[in-house]
């Protein structure tokens, strides 16, 4: 894999760890699909937007009864859109646990600045010429009583 699409973006993969997948028959129809290894994925600081390189580990033991028809199997909340037939599609198995493991928050830095609301200046880089519009006047009141009734 190259690159990993998810939530209507895609995001290239920098690095990539040597992946080991152990897939085992225990009984009748069923499987164990062990995994493990690591990628290291471009991700845009959720602040500034820069590149930020992420590394993910994936490690996983997943249990697939082909003996369960696909309704069920939903049912069961077991992903199984890796299966089709007695094909093992080990992309969308590793996507899966990618997105499964997928970071919350990304930040280049812990103090990054983030960067202009009006400009779009990266202020990690230095600042920008625009006006400081302050807070909305109208919310004055608002603040006004958030003051007043603040926790010591």
Partial sequence: MEEISFDGR?????????????????????LRIAGKGSVTVEIPCDRCLEPVR??????FIK?????VPDGEQAERLDETNYIDGYTLDVD???????????PTKI???EDCKGICNTCGQNLNQGTCNC??????????VIRDVFKNFKEV
Avoid: Y
């Fill in 92 to 102: 969308q198995l590793v996507r899966n646990e990618m997105i499964i493991g997928w």
């Fill in 10 to 30: 895609i995001f290239p993969i920098a690095e990539s760890e040597r992946l080991s997948i152990h897939v085992e028959h225990i009984k009748g129809k069923e």
């Fill in 107 to 109: 930040l280049c830095s």
């Fill in 54 to 59: 992420e590394k993910l580990f994936l490690d």
């Fill in 131 to 140: 006006e400081d519009t302050g807070l909305d006047p109208r919310m004055s």
């Fill in 63 to 67: 249990h697939v009864d082909l003996s």
